[in-house]
């Protein structure tokens, strides 16, 4: 039933609603109560924001802050986590296809909208992250690298919280999404895929085609949520499995 209502909704116009909703400017003096009742209700850590509360425009704003100078160091390991938010799947990459929750799994090329890519990838490693509303939305890189192409993939907008994700087939490969085709140092291909989500406002590109970017260098941010799948090709070191549900936090060692 859950299925049937998701794909039965309105999914983007809803989406693109509560991003425009997002957007309107907020009354300085409502804007600290207004994002402090957010903070208690989806448990953002407010003391980790780099900026006064007031200084956030609008939800799409706050959505999108940065975090105080120090709040994440990156972890001495080859790979780090691209984002907060909990462990979707984290593991190998087998017979082109990532592992979508226990017993179902999707077409790597099919996330990434390229067949040459998802090939340099196979026998790889892969993290997929869940971004919870409370969490920061930026997506960082998990190894210094070169960004080759940045891609934006169109697709429909499912929600991408536990319950959707377990009940929807191939759900990140048909939500639209964001891809980041790097080249690694040593020569190796890998990428970050920024998937779009229901009621996310929308996914914003802060790395640029032929950009070199560090490890925990910024890629993009997202409004309100969503996922982030992290891919490294063979040869090289992988990212750790994790249960399902793991918190991890952006720079932390994931290798």
């Known amino acids: 039933m859950r299925a049937l209502l998701l794909h039965l909704l309105p999914k983007v116009l809803f989406s693109r609603a509560t991003g425009a909703l997002c957007s309107l400017p907020l009354p300085r003096a409502l804007r600290t109560p207004f994002f402090s009742w957010f903070a208690r209700r989806y448990g953002a850590d407010l003391a ?13 704003a706050f959505f999108q802050r940065a975090l105080r100078e120090g709040a994440r160091p990156v972890g001495n390991a080859p790979l780090v ?16 296809r990532i592992e979508q929750v226990k017993g179902r799994d999707y077409a790597l090329a099919d996330l990434l909208g390229d067949r040459d890519l998802a090939a340099a990838l196979e026998g790889g490693s892969q993290a997929t992250v869940y971004l919870a509303p409370g969490d ?3 997506v960082h890189s998990p190894f210094a690298a070169r960004v080759t192409n940045v891609k934006a993939l169109p697709g429909t907008l499912f929600p991408v919280n536990p319950p959707a994700v377990a009940c929807i087939r191939d759900l990140f490969a048909r939500n639209s999404r964001h891809v980041f085709d790097c080249t690694l140092e040593d020569g ?18 802060t790395a640029q085609t032929g950009s070199q970017v560090a490890r925990g260098g910024e890629l993009g ?16 070191p992988t990212f750790r499995p994790e249960q399902p549900g793991a918190r991890v936090w952006m720079g932390g060692a994931a290798s």
Not at 48 to 60: E, K
Not at 195 to 205: E, I, L, P
Not at 221 to 236: M, N
């Open 48 to 60: 980790q924001i780099g900026d006064p509360l007031d200084s956030y425009r609008s939800m799409q």
């Open 81 to 96: 986590w691209p984002s907060d938010g909990r462990i979707v799947t984290s593991g190998p990459v087998r017979n082109g």
């Open 136 to 138: 920061y939305h930026r």
């Open 188 to 205: 190796r291909r890998a990428a970050v895929v920024m998937v779009g989500a229901f009621n996310v406002g929308g996914t914003s590109v």
């Open 221 to 236: 941010r997202f409004g309100f949520g969503s996922t982030a799948v992290a891919i490294v090709g063979p040869g090289g």
